[in-house]
């Protein structure tokens, strides 16, 4: 782990292989979130929820997402971006993982959600992603399986938020076995993708999160008639405001 990463989190609580050990070994002042649910989706809420930085980065714990990448995915955050997903297929990046029919599936998954979106992805199935903490406020995340990435990605397209795209080399993961299944897996990103293009409405309506940053869409609780009589009645109201 690269040394200018402040805190690590790691979400456990199923796992069999002394997860927790070995990382404390390794980093003695990780923050541990123990989570029982099952879910990836779960777990990175989970983890969302415990870190305090203002960048948050996302990756896997099996080793098949280099740490020593984190370095690309933050460089665009401090110049202006919101959102910074990894991508296999860019100049840089690459897999030493991804069969033929998961790359097959992908492709056409990444089409369709460029086509829907009107956005520019290379790489819709891969979660090695980055992010501005207050984007979590915006993009409202709510799955609880695999398809949070889908969520994730549809919604940071929709809600307006500026994305770029790195290159990424995924490594064969260094121990256990993948729990993806690429047909199953398949009509669960294109069912999360339909329900979250014709269902979700961005609090931003669009606008960047800046915008939020600068304007709290947020009215004080207070009332008064909206022709008032006497103008002086309002003044007192917009001064405290």
Excluded at 88 to 95: A, I, K, L, N
Excluded at 114 to 137: K, M, P, Q, W
Excluded at 187 to 213: F, K, N, Q, S
């Amino acid at each position: 782990m690269p040394l200018y990463v402040d805190e690590v989190v790691i979400v456990d609580g199923r796992s069999t292989d002394n997860t927790v050990g070995v990382a404390q070994a390794v980093r003695g002042d990780i923050v541990v979130v123990n989570e029982q649910r099952k879910g990836k989706g779960v777990a990175l809420r989970s983890g969302f929820a415990a870190a305090t930085g203002d960048i948050i980065v996302m990756l896997d714990a099996d080793g098949s997402m280099d740490p020593q990448e984190i370095g690309w995915f933050v460089s665009p955050l401090q110049h202006d971006y919101d959102f910074v997903k990894g991508s296999r297929y860019v100049t840089g990046g690459g897999s030493e993982d991804l069969t033929w029919l998961r790359r097959a599936g992908n492709r056409a998954l990444t089409g369709l959600a460029n086509t829907v979106l009107h956005s520019n992805y290379s790489d819709l199935c891969y979660g090695y992603i980055a992010f501005r903490r207050e984007c979590l406020e915006v993009l409202q995340l709510e799955s609880d399986g695999f398809e949070i990435e889908t969520e994730l990605i549809v919604r940071a397209a929709k809600a307006g938020l500026r994305i770029a795209e790195v290159p990424s080399f995924e490594l064969d993961r260094i121990s256990g076995a993948s729990n993806l299944q690429t047909f199953r897996d398949g009509w669960r990103v294109l069912g999360t993708m339909a329900h979250e293009c014709l269902l979700w409405e961005a609090p931003t309506a669009g606008a960047r999160p800046e915008a939020l940053r600068r304007v709290k869409y947020a009215y004080a609780n207070v009332s008064f008639p909206r022709t008032p009589t006497d103008p002086k009645s309002v003044l007192p109201v917009v001064s405290v405001a």
